[in-house]
């Protein structure tokens, strides 16, 4: 039966490597376009935008994973305990970083000066980015107030807002079908928090496809986990045939600045589902100097996305094409910056969580989730499923 229990198989730490990697390809893919320019335009995908690609697959996967599972369980999860999870896990990294973008950027415009990154260094792309309806993409672009950019210079921040719009409308339309009494706030939750996810089936972000089709992308990771749910996965020898196909089929065939055509995603589905079913046949990993190793990389991943762009940035107007030298110490500096930082922020977001269920059950929001009646129902930092130690 498949599981993400970490004691019994070999998927949730490799699910958890995977996110690691991807954060790294992120940055050491924008450490390449910043300090080697040389290296771009070549015949290998950009790694920046494979680690996007992936993270939607994983995201799609583990959130199906989350929605179905916890509410099978649990007869009373409902959409307020999803949000307190999402919340607690995305938050505790966005307003940390959020702030240090800030204090960089302002290092940044008052030592060096930058007249793109002063356009987006302003309030209105501040609090847009905590509400996260920065880029927005839907039929309510021609609004002025809803014309934002990403904050300074966190570029990145977009596919973020994506992820997070796509989690509660997802969500919303899993919880009108299992908890329809919950219909009459269900519903309009799923038209505001809609808008994003059903641009981004066909739309992109800009007209050179960037971002095309993410949703799309995510829902067949979402698709992946209901294949696995329900038992369809090849042997072991089979599924790691597969994994190595898919992964060299992909790179053969995907060209720098065409990664987000859709065309190209089905081998990126065919991949996870390669490695969901060769860790599900393999052993729970007896090495635990390994997992602590994997655990590390991929619990400060969150925060490394959401601030690599912005330490390499100063560096980049100092020394831009500065190669080796400049590219290994920005990413050795970027990765000891999030990792100090996460272990006090992202790290700890099931401590928030803990804290906001606590405040939920005393204060609870009908018609989403009854209060629990006892102490030993009430959800906690170590009753959470181990996909928890995943992010998206």
């Known amino acids: 039966m498949f599981n993400l229990n970490p004691a019994k198989n070999g998927t949730s730490i490799t699910l958890d490597a995977l996110r690691a990697i991807a954060a790294q390809a992120v940055c050491v893919g924008h450490g390449i376009s910043f300090f080697m320019p040389q290296l771009r335009g070549g015949q290998f995908a950009l790694p920046q935008n494979v680690g996007v690609l992936l993270f939607f697959v994983l995201s799609g996967f ?8 916890r509410s099978s369980r649990d007869p009373q999860y409902g959409f307020s305990q999803f949000f307190v999870e999402r919340f607690a896990r995305i938050y505790s990294g966005l307003l940390p970083c959020l702030v240090a973008i800030a204090v960089i950027d302002a290092a940044t415009l008052h030592l060096i000066g930058n007249a793109a990154l002063a356009a987006s260094y302003n309030f209105k792309a501040f609090v847009a980015n905590i509400f996260m309806i920065e880029t927005y993409r839907g039929p309510l672009a021609h609004l002025s ?6 904050f300074g210079s966190g570029s990145q921040l977009w596919t973020l807002v994506i992820e997070w719009h796509i989690y509660l409308f997802v969500a919303a339309l899993f919880f009108l079908g299992a908890r329809p009494a919950a219909a009459l706030l269900l519903i309009p939750i799923a038209l505001v928090f809609g808008q994003i996810p059903t641009h981004y089936i066909f739309g992109a972000l800009q007209d050179d496809g960037v971002g095309q ?20 996965l090849p042997p072991r020898g089979v599924s790691l045939a597969i994994v190595v196909a898919s992964a060299a089929a992909y790179f053969m065939v995907v060209r720098p600045y065409a990664e987000y055509r859709p065309s190209t995603y089905p081998l990126l589905l065919l991949f996870l589902f390669g490695i969901v079913g060769a860790t599900q046949a393999m052993p729970a990993t007896s090495s635990a100097a390994m997992a602590r190793v994997v655990r590390f990389f991929s619990g400060y991943s969150f925060t490394l996305y959401l601030l690599h762009h912005t330490i390499m940035y100063p560096a980049f107007l100092l020394w831009k094409d500065g190669g080796w030298l400049v590219f290994g110490c920005t990413v050795i500096l970027a990765n000891v910056i999030a990792a100090t930082l996460a272990s006090v922020t992202e790290m700890r977001h099931k401590q928030l969580a803990s804290y906001l269920f606590a405040v939920h059950t005393r204060f609870p929001i009908a018609p989403f989730r009854k209060p629990r009646s006892s102490a030993a129902s009430r959800p906690n930092a170590t009753s959470l499923a181990p996909r928890e130690r995943l992010p998206l």
């Open 62 to 69: 583990l959130i199906s994973y989350t929605l179905v599972e």
């Open 145 to 150: 107030f809803l014309r934002s950019p990403a």
């Open 213 to 232: 089709s993410l949703f799309l992308l995510w829902l067949g990771g979402a698709y992946v986990y209901f294949l696995a749910r329900r038992g369809w």
